[in-house]
Structure formats: structure tokens, C-alpha cells
């Protein structure tokens, strides 16, 4: 198969236009708030033509994000990024909500496949509701704001032996058979860490503000119920976030104390630290799977070959186009992403490898999130591909499931089982950690006047209840406190981290499909990722061929299913 690479000829803007400014885009937007709309047909038109006109604002949008995120000290690359926040961001948000108005109130409206639409209505409407012209400013500060922990953790560095390192660079030290060695890297990087404690503590009190204004001035109590909204959360509550970490508490947590008592045997200790936890349990020097990008890319090219074709070919196109950035490097925005480009339909793929097997997890991950771009390239509309996390990460974490069998492509066979086994204890020892930075900002949202001391204790309580209680946190208690630093979706993308919980328990059930007849397995899972956000979730799930369901019988059915691969007891 042979998937083209270029973006199709505009129908309704200049085919050459470039928006770097508001006034570039603006007569085009002007023409759709003034244009007549008569009939069906006339609305059907109006649609595509504003879908375009979004593609090419949101692409404009997301390639600013991209390289600013790539290189944080390239001052005009983080001008050009503030510059479209400032400037360009408020103008398309005014002019969303006119133009949400308008297809509203049309009368023609009713006329449209109720099926078809009804996703996309069911948005649109809830945008409406709780979109306020107030909130704009507020917004753009919030984006900005947000923006400056990328910068800080960015410029994060330790020494050793005279050589500088960035976080990522330095966590593999953390794999080293030498436990004075991990213990010493890993008080360094809690102390650089907590050296700018204070000032992302009030980084966070200032977004904290800036969001919960934003939920008062939309009419709701809180910031959470507000981002409910703002997700579009409609095949899920509250209520469901709560039975997760429930079922988490009581079917996931006590493999995890498993794990750990088995980790503890198996180094031959009787007290288990924060650095013992990503070493080899049997003392074995660290996978090294790959020195430079050019074979993390190789070698993930024949990974995903053993899964599907198409997916490797993905990925080869992404990289004779340089859409991949993979190698972890000083003043590079921290963690990972694939970032959808809706007008020319190929994505691009972030991250900061340093060389690990977590690494190639990672790309396997962002490889999902690609497919998903590819799959949903020749959908009709732009906000077609306005994709929820849940589905967006269904389709992540299964393709790391998926390919396994391919890992032969980094690994000799000892090492591949090892890597498996790692991973798959990872999964289990991960759903903890999601619970927690859930159910920690349901705290912090819903606790808008607490202060930074009692949100330290609180994710400290928090942390207690949803782990494993066989590490060793002694001397290492500030540092445990501020451990929410380290993720940055609650700084940048508030309550965006349940959605890793819930698509996680899906791959699960999609890998043990995959077990049982894998060309079945993958047709379903192409066919629920070409969907788009066509279809509620649960309709996107099942067509994956899974459940949407965070009960704790499903979740004691998935963990018995993962005990089993691992042949534990």
C-alpha cells in the first residue's frame, strides 16, 4: 500500500496562503459569518469550507507548538508560538463561537444524518454553553503560563564526573547495577529538582487561579466540572473516575506490593529505595536497544513491520519528510507527543530517547498515535479528527502491546523476554500512578483556596493510599511530596491523564485479542481508529472489539489475564 504524502488542493481558501498573521486568515472567516445558507446542501458546503479554513489555522498552530517545543531556547521560535497565542488565538476563538452559533441556528440544522452528526453536534452544542468572551484573555494566559514549565524543566540539568546531563539522560543511570551509583544520581536529580520547588509551586497557583476564574465565569462550581465539559466527557462521570481508582485500589495494588516483594528478593535487600525501582531485579546490566535515532527509527521500522505493513510504512514516511524528532537534548521541552497536522494528514512525532528500553516503548506508543493521524486522513471534516483521548490512546497502547513479537528487531531472545517482562510490569505498576494523578486533581480543583503546602501533603496522603507501601521513602521526603512536578500534564493539560488508565485497560483486552487471532484483532482496531470521533466511545471501543468498562470485575479479569503472561503465581 502506498499512501500519498501531499496535502489535497484547497477548495475554498488561496491554495498558497500562509497565515502568519490574523489578517492573512480573517476575510476568509468574515465570508463564512456572512454566507447565506438556504438549504441542506448550502450547510453541507458551509461545513467543508470551515472545516478547511480551521485545518489550516490549527496546522499554522500546532507547528509553532512543535518547534518551539523542540528547541525552548530559540527565542523566535517561542516569539512566533506567543505571538499566535497573543494575537491569532483570541480572534479564532471569537469567531468559533459566532460560527457555532450560526450552524445552531440554522433550521437546516435538523436536516442532517442524525447519526453522522451527532458527535460532532453533541460538541458543538456543549461548546456553546460554556464558551464565555471573558474567558479568552484568561485562556491565553493560561497557554502561556503553561508554556514556562516546559522552559523550566527543560533547562534542568545534573553533573557527573564533569559531564552534564539532562533528566532523561541521567534516569539511565538509574538502571545501573551499581546501587551507590543510582543512589547518587538519583539525589541529584531530586535536588535539582526540588531546587526550583518553589517556583513551580507558584507556577501552579498561578494556573490554579487563572482556571478556576475560568470555570466561575462559565457558570460552574469548579474547574473540574468545567474540563468535564470542555472534554466533551459524556460516556463517562465523575462517578466512573471514582469506581477507577477504586478498582485500581483493590485489583491492581496488591500486584504491585507483589511485584515489589519480588523485586526485593530478587536484589537481595531487605528495603526497596525510589532508585531501586527501574534497575534489572536480577542485577543485569540495562537494555540497551539502540545508540542513535537513525536505529531507534531502523529498528522501529521492523518492529512494527511483524504487527502490519502499513504501520511501518507510516513511519517511513514521516521520516523521508523529518517528521520525527526523537533524542533527548538540553533546552528540549520535556516528555513526548504525536502531533496530528490536520491539513496534510501525516503527523509529527516528539520525544526525548536517550537510548532505553522505556525509549522504545515511547516510540511504539507515538507509532499508535501516528496510524491513528493516517487512518483518519481522508475523513471529511476537520473536527472529525478532534479525536477524545480515550480513543486517542487506545490507540497508543495497544500498538505497544501489539508489537511485541517484533522487539526481535532490538533484542536477542533472552533480552526480548526480559523487555516484555518489563513492560508488562510496567502496565501494572503504572494504573497506580494514573489513579493517583487523578484522583489528585479532583482534589486540587474542587480545593481551589488550598495553599502549596497543603497541596504537597495532600498528594503525600494521596501517594501513601495508592501505592504499594514497600518503598523506602526515608530521607527522601520533600522530594516524594513534589513528585507531581514530574508530570507535566497537570501543569499543561489538566485532568488529560485518566484517558491513559481507561485506554490501558482496553489494550489490554485488544492484545489479548490480538493473541487469539491477530489479523481479526487488527482489522478491528484500523476499523475503530479510522472512525475518528465520529462515534461515542463506547461505539469506538466496541468496535475495537473491547469494553468500555472500569468496573472492578473487568479490571480483576484484565490483571488475572496480565498475571498469567507473566507466570506469576
Not at 102 to 124: C, G, H, T, W
Not at 350 to 370: I, K, L, P, S, Y
Amino acid at each position: 500500500m502506498t499512501i500519498p504524502i501531499t496535502r489535497e488542493k484547497r477548495t475554498f481558501l488561496d491554495d498558497h496562503l500562509l497565515v502568519k498573521t490574523w489578517q492573512d486568515i480573517e476575510p476568509y472567516f468574515t465570508q463564512l459569518t456572512e454566507r447565506k445558507i438556504d438549504s441542506k446542501e448550502d450547510l453541507l458546503k458551509w461545513m467543508a469550507d470551515r472545516s478547511e479554513t480551521d485545518a489550516v489555522v490549527d496546522e499554522e498552530y500546532r507547528w509553532r507548538y512543535v518547534r518551539q517545543t523542540c528547541d525552548t531556547e530559540n527565542e523566535a521560535y517561542t516569539k512566533a508560538y506567543e505571538d499566535f497565542i497573543q494575537t491569532i488565538m483570541p480572534n479564532w476563538l471569537s469567531i468559533t463561537n459566532k460560527l457555532n452559533k450560526k450552524i445552531a441556528e440554522s433550521p437546516y440544522m435538523n436536516e442532517l444524518d442524525a447519526q453522522r452528526f451527532f458527535v460532532y453536534l453533541r460538541n458543538l452544542k456543549t461548546q456553546l454553553r460554556i464558551f464565555r468572551e471573558e474567558n479568552i484573555p484568561l485562556s491565553q494566559q493560561v497557554q502561556l503560563k503553561s508554556q514556562e514549565y516546559g522552559s523550566i524543566i527543560g533547562a534542568m540539568t545534573i553533573e557527573h564526573e564533569e559531564k552534564e546531563y539532562t533528566l532523561p539522560q541521567a534516569a539511565v543511570f538509574l538502571q545501573n547495577e551499581d546501587r551507590v551509583l543510582r543512589k547518587t544520581i538519583y539525589e541529584k536529580i531530586s535536588k535539582r529538582r526540588l531546587k526550583d520547588r518553589v517556583q513551580l509551586n507558584n507556577l501552579f497557583s498561578e494556573l490554579l487561579k487563572l482556571r478556576h476564574e475560568m470555570a466561575l465565569n462559565a457558570g460552574f462550581e469548579n474547574f473540574r466540572d468545567y474540563m468535564f465539559a470542555e472534554l466533551g466527557r459524556f460516556d463517562y462521570d465523575v462517578s466512573a473516575c471514582e469506581q477507577f481508582h477504586e478498582a485500581i485500589k483493590s485489583e491492581v495494588i496488591p500486584l504491585v506490593k507483589e511485584i515489589h516483594r519480588q523485586r526485593k528478593l530478587q536484589l537481595n535487600t531487605e528495603t526497596l529505595f525510589p532508585y531501586d525501582l527501574d534497575v534489572d531485579p536480577q542485577n543485569r546490566p540495562p537494555l540497551k536497544p539502540f545508540a542513535t535515532q537513525e536505529e531507534l527509527i531502523e529498528k522501529s521500522k521492523a518492529c512494527l513491520q511483524t504487527a502490519d505493513p502499513y504501520f511501518a510504512e507510516c513511519i517511513e514516511i514521516m521520516q523521508k519528510m523529518g517528521y520525527l524528532d526523537l533524542n533527548s537534548r538540553k533546552g528540549k521541552a520535556p516528555g513526548g507527543y504525536n502531533m496530528t497536522l490536520p491539513e496534510i494528514g501525516v503527523p509529527f512525532i516528539f520525544m526525548n530517547a536517550a537510548g532505553t528500553q522505556r525509549d522504545v516503548e515511547t516510540m511504539v506508543h507515538e507509532a499508535g498515535h501516528a496510524v491513528h493521524s493516517f487512518q483518519m486522513r481522508t475523513l471529511s471534516y476537520n473536527f472529525d479528527q478532534e479525536i477524545p483521548s480515550e480513543t486517542a490512546e487506545l490507540a497508543s497502547m495497544s500498538m505497544e502491546l501489539m508489537t511485541f513479537d517484533g522487539l526481535d528487531a532490538f533484542y536477542n531472545k533472552e533480552d526480548k523476554a526480559r523487555a516484555i517482562q518489563t513492560h508488562l510490569e510496567g502496565i501494572i505498576t503504572m494504573l497506580p500512578w494514573i489513579a493517583l494523578i487523578d484522583k489528585f486533581q479532583h482534589w486540587i480543583y474542587t480545593n481551589p483556596n488550598h495553599t502549596s503546602e497543603e497541596r504537597e501533603n495532600k498528594w503525600q496522603e494521596l501517594h501513601i493510599e495508592l501505592t504499594s507501601g514497600e518503598v523506602d521513602w526515608s530521607g527522601y521526603e520533600d522530594f516524594r511530596k513534589t513528585m507531581w512536578h514530574k508530570q507535566l500534564h497537570i501543569f499543561e493539560v489538566p485532568f488529560y491523564y485518566i484517558e491513559y488508565g481507561i485506554a490501558q485497560l482496553g489494550a489490554i483486552a485488544v492484545w489479548r485479542n490480538f493473541k487469539k487471532d491477530k489479523q481479526k484483532a487488527i482489522q478491528q482496531y484500523k476499523g475503530a481508529l479510522a472512525l475518528g470521533h465520529t462515534r461515542p466511545i463506547p461505539e469506538m471501543y466496541k468496535t475495537a472489539g473491547v469494553e468500555f468498562n472500569f468496573s472492578a470485575a473487568y479490571v480483576r479479569e484484565l490483571m488475572q489475564f496480565l498475571k498469567a503472561e507473566l507466570n506469576m503465581a
